[in-house]
C-alpha cells in the first residue's frame, strides 16, 4: 500500500488474492518465508511510453502506452492490450497480476502481462486507428517478440486493431511470427479465438452447474456488455437452451424479455462491429425490448448473470439485489467485475460463484493454442480447438475444485483458482532462485 498508494484497484487485486494465499502459505512449509508473494506484486518489468499520432484534422494528438511485463516464471508474458480513456497503471498491473493466476490455470506455459494505452477508439476514423496502432507498435516491437512477451486484444483491441499492430510488427523485424494472437485466419489466427472467452465462460457455468446436478437449458441469463466477450457468452448459452434478456454498454441496458435469440444477436454483432452503433438501437430494430439509460442489468429477474463489461460493475448493493432476486449462479466474463462487497455477499450466501480469473480463462486459453498452431505451422478444425477449450475449461473447474473444496462441500472458486494459480508459479519461482 506504501509502495502503490495511488493505485486502487491493483491494491483491491492483490488483497483479494492474499485474503486467501496468505492463511495457505502461512500452513505450508515450502511457501512459508520465501517472500514469494511479496516477489509476485512486484513486476518484472514496467513499459510505459509516449504514443503521438495525427489525427484526420491534422492535429497532433499524444497519448500514453503501457506494457506490464508481470511474471514470466511459467512462460513468456502474455495478456492482452486494452485501448480505453479509463487506463491507467493501477488498472493494467490489476489486470497483469490477474492474468499471471489465470495463465497458469490454464495448465499452459503462459506467463502474464498487459498493456494497453489511454486512446479512446470511440468516434475515431479507420484511418485514425491505423494511424494510433502504428504509432503504438513503433514503441511497443522493441520489447515483445514471440519468445519473450504476446500481446492480444482487450477492451478496444478487437480484430481490425490487432492487424494493424500487426502489419507495423512485421514491417519493423522483417518476419512472420506469432508475436501477437487473435489474428485473422488467413494471416495466422485460430478458429474459435473470438468466441473463446465468452464460450468458456458459458462452459464455466455449465461445470458449475452440474455440480448440483443442474444444467442451462431453461435458464434465464443477465449478461452485461455488447462487445467480444457478451457477443459470445450469449450465443453459446443460447445454443446450450437458456433465454438471455439483457445486454447493455457504456450508455444503458437493454431487456428483451422475449429472449436474444440468434437473429437478434447477428443483428447486435453487425451493430458493434461493423457499424460501431449504441445498445440503445437495438429498442428501434426490435420495439418489445426495452432500453435503461445509464443503469446496468442487475435489478432483471434472473437465474444466472454473467458479468461482460468491465473492472466493478456490480455493486455490494447490485449483489444483494441479484440474490433478492433469485439468481444463485455467477461467472464472471470480464476481469474483476464485482466488487470486493458484491463477491463477500455472493460467498455468504452460498451460490455458485466464479471469478474472472477461473471462468473467462477460455480466451487467454486459446490464444495459446493460436500460439501452438503457429509454432508448429499448423490450423486445427474448429471441432479440434472447441474440444481443448471445454477440456482446459473442464480442468480449470478441477483445479478450483481441488482447493477450494469446504468440508461441507461447498466449492469457494475463490480460493480454489488463487491457489492453484499460486502453485504452479509459486513452484517455478523456488526452482529458478531468487531473481
Ligand atoms: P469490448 O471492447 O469488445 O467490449 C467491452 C464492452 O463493455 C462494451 O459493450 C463496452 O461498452 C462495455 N464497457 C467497457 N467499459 C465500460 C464501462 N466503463 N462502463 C460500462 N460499460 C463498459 O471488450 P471485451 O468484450 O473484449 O472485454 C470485456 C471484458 O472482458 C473486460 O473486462 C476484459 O478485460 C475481459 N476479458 C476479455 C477477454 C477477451 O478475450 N476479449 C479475455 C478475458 C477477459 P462501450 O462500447 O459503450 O464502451
Known amino acids: 500500500k506504501k509502495r502503490n498508494p495511488h493505485e486502487p484497484e491493483y491494491l483491491q487485486a492483490v488483497e483479494e488474492v492474499a485474503e486467501t494465499v496468505v492463511p495457505f502459505i502461512l500452513s505450508n512449509e515450502i511457501y512459508n518465508g520465501k517472500q514469494i508473494l511479496t516477489r509476485m506484486v512486484e513486476p518484472e518489468r514496467v513499459l510505459m511510453f509516449r504514443v503521438p499520432w495525427i489525427n484526420d484534422s491534422g492535429e497532433i494528438i499524444v497519448n500514453r502506452g503501457y506494457r506490464i511485463e508481470m511474471n514470466s516464471a511459467i512462460g ?19 489486470l497483469a497480476f490477474e492474468q499471471v493466476y ?11 502481462g498487459k498493456g494497453g494505452s489511454d486512446f479512446d ?10 494511424r494510433f496502432c502504428q504509432s503504438f507498435m513503433s ?21 481490425r486493431e490487432i492487424g494493424y499492430l500487426f502489419g507495423m510488427y512485421k514491417k519493423l523485424r522483417n518476419e512472420f511470427t506469432g508475436v501477437l494472437t487473435g489474428k485473422g485466419m488467413s494471416w495466422g489466427g485460430s478458429l474459435i479465438r473470438p468466441e473463446a472467452t ?6 464455466f457455468a455449465q461445470s458449475m452447474l452440474e455440480t448440483r446436478g443442474d444444467t442451462l437449458k431453461g435458464k434465464t441469463i443477465t449478461v452485461s456488455g455488447s462487445g467480444n466477450v457478451a457477443q ?29 435469440n440468434e437473429d437478434k444477436l447477428a443483428f447486435v454483432m453487425n451493430l458493434k462491429n461493423n457499424i460501431r452503433g449504441r445498445i440503445s438501437e437495438y429498442v428501434k430494430e426490435y420495439p418489445n425490448a426495452t432500453f435503461f439509460a445509464g443503469e446496468r442489468p442487475w435489478g432483471i429477474k434472473c437465474d444466472v448473470a454473467m458479468p461482460c463489461a468491465t473492472q466493478n460493475e456490480v455493486s455490494g448493493e447490485d449483489a444483494k ?8 449462479v455467477i461467472s464472471e466474463g470480464a476481469n474483476m467485475p464485482s466488487t470486493p462487497e458484491a463477491v463477500h455477499n455472493f460467498q455468504a450466501a452460498k451460490i455458485l460463484y466464479a471469478p474472472g480469473k477461473a471462468s473467462n480463462a477460455g480466451g487467454v486459453a486459446t490464444s495459446g493454442l493460436e500460439m501452438s498452431q503457429n509454432s508448429l505451422r499448423i490450423n486445427w478444425t474448429r471441432d479440434e480447438v472447441d474440444k481443448r477449450l471445454k477440456k482446459i475449461m473442464a480442468d480449470i473447474h478441477d483445479s478450483c475444485t481441488k482447493y477450494g473444496k469446504n468440508e461441507n462441500g461447498y ?25
Open 76 to 94: 513468456p508474458y502474455k495478456g492482452g492490450l486494452r485501448f480505453h480513456p479509463t487506463v491507467n497503471l493501477s488498472i493494467l498491473k490489476f
Open 121 to 130: 477508439p470511440k468516434g475515431k476514423s479507420d484511418v485514425e486507428i491505423m
Open 139 to 159: 514503441e511497443l516491437f522493441r520489447h515483445i517478440g514471440p519468445n519473450t512477451d504476446i500481446p492480444a486484444g482487450d477492451i478496444g483491441v478487437g480484430s
Open 102 to 112: 489465470k495463465n497458469a490455470l490454464t495448465t499452459l506455459p503462459m506467463g502474464g
Open 232 to 260: 459470445y457468452a450469449c450465443e453459446k448459452a443460447t445454443q446450450l437452451g437458456a433465454k438471455v434478456v439483457t445486454l447493455s454498454d457504456s450508455s444503458g441496458y437493454i431487456y428483451d424479455a422475449e429472449g436474444i
Open 411 to 435: 466449492i469457494d472458486y475463490v480460493r480454489g483458482a488463487n491457489i492453484a494459480g499460486f502453485v504452479k508459479v509459486a513452484d517455478a519461482m523456488l526452482a529458478h532462485g531468487v531473481v
Open 198 to 203: 465468452g464460450y468458456g465462460t458459458v462452459y
Open 321 to 328: 439485489l441479484l440474490l433478492s432476486n433469485g439468481c444463485y
